[in-house]
T-cell receptor, first 111, second 117 residues
Framework: KQEVTQIPAALSVPEGENLVLNCSFTDSAIYNLQWFRQDPGKGLTSLLLIQSSQREQTSGRLNASLDKSSGRSTLYIAASQPGDSATYLCAVHTNAGKSTFGDGTTLTVKP | DAGVIQSPRHEVTEMGQEVTLRCKPISGHNSLFWYRQTMMRGLELLIYFNNNVPIDDSGMPEDRFSAKMPNASFSTLKIQPSEPRDSAVYFC???????????????FGSGTRLTVV
């Protein structure tokens, strides 16, 4: 059974810092991994999707990497801003319809 | 595209009443998912449809929950009778799946916040 772990559960940084969020998974037989952002009381917004054949994806200040062999993905946020404060979740898709979500990392960026 | 559309946004109902949640997936997406999110259990998959057919409903808590997808553009999740422990945020998500080699990931709706008193 796939297990997805996100550490730390919460992170607080000053504005302007670069930071890394971690996502680890136990079954490397995945076919893609997706990072989401969730603001309080809101839905999940997709940030980046990495196919199993890819090593990384970039969108603006965000960069996500994938290392299937070690069962890890990281989300790098450059030059963090208070508006980046949210909960970040990763979801691992192992086969059609089977996805496992992590519990998320709650990020607070202080002005 | 307007994205995945869910209604209502909020629902407050009394225990024992029937609740119906609605979802319109993104046009062209062939898979639809109902998730439930609570602080205690995080995101839980309730049911998954592919091409309007229920594929996996193992996450449906009990017989009080039922879901339908009569066509590619509409799905409902019904709870009858509702109980206070059903209080949660219910999300609908859709995906365009193209076999095991590639898919385009989830698009989530804004959710329905259900409170059963």
């Amino acid at each position: 059974k796939q297990e997805v772990t996100q550490i730390p559960a919460a992170l607080s940084v000053p504005e302007g810092e670069n930071l890394v969020l971690n996502c680890s998974f136990t079954d490397s037989a995945i076919y893609n991994l997706q990072w989401f952002r969730q603001d309080p009381g809101k839905g999940l917004t997709s940030l980046l999707l990495i196919q199993s054949s890819q090593r990384e994806q970039t969108s603006g200040r965000l960069n996500a990497s994938l290392d299937k062999s070690s069962g890890r993905s990281t989300l790098y946020i450059a030059a963090s801003q208070p508006g980046d404060s949210a909960t970040y979740l990763c979801a691992v898709h192992t086969n059609a319809g089977k996805s496992t979500f992590g519990d998320g990392t709650t990020l607070t960026v202080k002005p | 595209d307007a994205g995945v559309i869910q209604s209502p946004r909020h629902e407050v109902t009394e225990m024992g009443q029937e609740v119906t949640l609605r979802c319109k997936p993104i046009s062209g997406h062939n898979s639809l998912f109902w998730y439930r999110q609570t602080m205690m259990r995080g995101l839980e998959l309730l049911i998954y449809f592919n091409n309007n057919v229920p594929i996996d409903d193992s996450g449906m808590p009990e017989d009080r929950f039922s879901a339908k997808m009569p066509n590619a553009s509409f799905s409902t999740l019904k709870i009858q009778p509702s109980e206070p422990r059903d209080s949660a945020v219910y999300f609908c998500a859709s995906r365009k799946e193209m076999g095991l080699t590639r898919d385009y990931g989830y698009t989530f709706g804004s959710g329905t916040r259900l409170t059963v008193v």
